[in-house]
T-cell receptor, first 120, second 115 residues
Framework: GAVVSQHPSWVICKSGTSVKIECRSL??????MFWYRQFPKQSLMLMAT?????????EQGVEKDKFLINHASLTLSTLTVTSAHPEDSSFYIC????????????????FGPGTRLTVL | AQSVTQLGSHVSVSEGALVLLRCNYS??????LFWYVQYPNQGLQLLLK??????LVKGINGFEAEFKKSETSFHLTKPSAHMSDAAEYFC?????????????FGKGTKLSVKP
């Protein structure tokens, strides 16, 4: 199956600093990448959807200026948490989907291993 | 609006016993349904999916699920639990309105397996 990596796997930072998380599709071109956030013992909540070369679409309630998403290439998307605060501590998971041959076809998502962010 | 409901946030079974994790969904269009497994501090791994065709879907690690339209259900089963099955399981439905396929997840069910 397709492989998606995330880096770093965990990060600890001080309040007020910015943290960048990378999501890479290793063996396929991902036209769409998704960023999820997961709080302890809860489900995944979609934060934003990014398509290569265009601006990300954020879900309601997600601050676009705080969570900067860049999808500059077909294999890399980054999420930058700006001016991080303790309430931003969470498990961030990305997923990637490739464009199918037909626009109406289902594009399976492949998930990365996640990044645990702890803001002190 | 679409939603996914997983009955039981925590299910405990004995090793060798039947595993049954319940999932009900709501969708106004024919749904694409998924079960994912998450081990501690890891991402999600796809167990199985239903898109079209046969309603009984077999996945990895001996799991299977049956899509029942009349019951709007997609319960996950495994005949005999192994210790290695202990994990968090998420049911999901594809969000309506496009082929991009962003998913709506249930709240998850934690499966514990007793020796």
């Amino acid at each position: 199956g397709a492989v998606v990596s995330q880096h770093p796997s965990w990060v600890i930072c001080k309040s007020g600093t910015s943290v960048k998380i990378e999501c890479r599709s290793l063996d396929f071109q991902a036209t769409t990448m998704f960023w999820y956030r997961q709080f302890p013992k809860q489900s995944l909540m979609l934060m934003a959807t990014s398509n290569e070369g265009s601006k990300a679409t954020y879900e309601q309630g997600v601050e676009k200026d705080k969570f900067l998403i860049n999808h500059a290439s077909l294999t890399l998307s980054t999420l930058t948490v700006t001016s991080a605060h303790p309430e931003d501590s969470s498990f961030y998971i990305c997923s990637a989907a490739a464009q199918g041959r037909k626009k109406s076809s289902y594009n399976e998502q492949f998930f990365g291993p996640g990044t645990r962010l702890t803001v002190l | 609006a679409q939603s996914v409901t997983q009955l039981g946030s925590h299910v405990s079974v004995s090793e060798g016993a039947l595993v049954l994790l319940r999932c009900n969904y709501s969708s106004s269009v024919p749904p694409y349904l998924f079960w994912y497994v998450q081990y501690p501090n890891q991402g999600l791994q796809l167990l199985l999916k239903y898109t079209t065709g046969a309603t009984l879907v077999k996945g990895i690690n001996g799991f299977e699920a049956e899509f029942k339209k009349s019951e709007t259900s997609f319960h996950l089963t495994k005949p005999s639990a192994h210790m290695s099955d202990a994990a968090e399981y998420f049911c999901a439905v594809r969000h309506e309105g496009g082929s991009q396929g962003n998913l709506i997840f249930g709240k998850g069910t934690k499966l514990s397996v007793k020796p």
